[in-house]
């Protein structure tokens, strides 16, 4: 992490001072080294430090920090521009983005090393030492490591990581991870984050408005963050999901119709406005931080660092597709727009039901014991008998 805080200043110090564009997309690349590797490790290291018992609630604050990010990023986006009249007022913007990297690099300073990777390395003694500051009690303590222990031990006597990867229950979580990258951003949120103002404009509202709702998103987005931390502790995760992708589905019909079949006026807007609004809520409640969750739990400990980077790339992907091909989308089919993610959803709302196990509850070491006995081969056995 302290590498990635390198990143982040270098990345965020270079795009202010770049002198022209190709140094600014070199720029932006490493940025996004930056933003990837800080998005596939910070929530696996908050759900290996944290209990069971705390393990939602502290990974899902990793997704109230992101959009309380983007919120103070437009709050003093609209400032600046407010208060400062200056052609390089963009590099300032950018120049503001070293501030969380070097917050970053300090915080690497004060925070432990994950007890599941000491275990790992035979570093007992130090993991014993992390669990005892870490757990409330000794119980705890005892609990965590017999389980690492014996974690530890049957992955030495185990296939190596090139064989475990290629066995039917890892193939199959890499699946549900890949799948579940593809229905956190072909809900289309980023396309609703970032277009905000095209969507609002097209009903007729003025450019200063449309720009000034984008605060708008980020303050639900923040206030229904909180309210699914609260909700991420007592609900199961699948329930929640399908129950977000339920709203979110009601959501973009709404908003089609409101937009296909009303009169561009005020009162279009407005009814856009709030379509848009409750969407983000149950997106960053019910979706985003138990996409978030999910990464950071589902995969076995052997694995975890490289599936959970590959399963957070992919959606990094999805991300760019989505936010290269609304654009255009919306150009040609208009408000149909949120039909076709409407149906898209309807999918991904199928695909939740079929393929995702209930993880709440259980230690990681459970979720990976689950996943061995339900989806490998000892499974497959006594489906025989």
């Known amino acids: 992490m302290r590498s990635l805080a390198v990143l982040f200043v270098l990345g965020s110090l270079g795009t202010a001072l770049a002198p022209d564009v190709p140094v600014m997309v070199a720029m932006r690349f490493l940025l996004g080294i930056a933003v990837g590797g800080g998005s596939s490790t910070v929530p696996v290291f908050i759900a290996e430090i944290a209990g069971p018992r705390l393990r939602a609630p502290l990974v899902s604050r990793n997704e109230l920090m992101i959009v309380t990010g983007q919120l103070i990023a437009y709050v003093a986006s609209t400032l600046l521009s407010y208060l400062l009249h200056d052609e390089h007022l963009w590099r300032y913007m950018l120049a503001i983005a070293m501030v969380p990297g070097l917050l970053l690099f300090i915080g690497t300073f004060f925070v432990p090393a994950s007890p599941h990777w000491l275990v790992a390395e035979g570093r007992l003694k130090e993991a014993k030492k992390i669990l005892k500051y870490l757990r409330e009690t000794p119980r705890e303590v005892r609990h965590e490591m017999a389980e690492m222990k014996k974690q530890a031990k ?8 090139m064989t475990l990867i290629r066995e039917k229950w890892v193939l199959r979580l890499m699946v549900i991870g890949a799948g579940l990258g593809f229905v956190i951003q072909f809900t289309g949120v980023n396309g609703f984050m970032y277009y905000t103002p095209i969507i609002l404009k097209s009903t007729g509202m003025g450019t200063s408005a449309s720009i000034a709702a984008t605060i708008g998103n980020g303050v639900v987005s923040v206030l229904a963050s909180i309210a699914g931390i609260w909700a991420v502790s007592r ?3 699948r329930k929640m999901l399908m129950t977000g992708l339920s709203f979110v ?11 296909t079949f009303m009169p561009s006026d005020l009162t279009q807007s407005y009814l856009a406005l709030a379509c848009i609004l409750l969407f983000l809520f149950f997106m960053q409640m019910f979706i985003a931080p138990v996409y978030w969750l999910l990464m950071s739990e589902l995969f076995p400990m052997q694995l975890r660092g490289v599936l959970t980077g590959a399963a957070v790339s992919l959606q990094w992907i999805f991300n760019a597709v989505v936010a290269f091909g609304f654009p255009p989308v919306m150009a040609y089919a208009g408000s149909t727009t949120f039909f076709i993610f409407a149906v898209i959803n309807i999918g991904s709302l199928i695909f939740v039901a079929m393929m995702l196990p209930e993880t709440r509850g259980k230690s990681l070491e459970e979720i990976e014991a689950h996943m061995k006995d339900k989806f490998g081969k000892n499974s497959e056995a006594a489906n025989a008998y």
């Open 235 to 237: 609900f199961a995760r």
């Open 154 to 161: 049957a992955a030495e006597r185990g296939p190596g990581a």
């Open 249 to 259: 589905i009601a959501a973009q019909v709404s908003l089609g119709a409101v937009l």
